[in-house]
């Protein structure tokens, strides 16, 4: 699954989670070992939820705030 130039809005519970950043994972937007089986050379991100809340995951790789989205996608 490559990357998409939309971000993944998620319903969140506390907790540590671990999102994708290579743009592989079948599990998007969790990381599900795809960066390793591929070797993209990307790292997943881990994030603690302290609350629930909904959070706005980056798709599109380019973000500079991983794992959250901060617009870059609609960026030209």
Request: proline share 8%.
């Amino acid at each position: 699954m490559p990357y998409e130039n939309v971000p993944q809005f998620v319903d969140e519970t506390p907790g540590m989670k671990t999102y994708c950043t290579c743009g592989e994972s079948a599990n998007k937007p969790y990381c599900d070992g795809a960066h390793s089986r591929m070797n993209t050379g990307k790292t997943p991100k881990t994030q603690e939820i302290t609350e629930a809340k909904r959070v706005v995951i980056c798709d599109c790789g380019r973000t500079s705030n991983s794992p959250f989205c901060d617009g870059t996608h609609s960026k030209k």
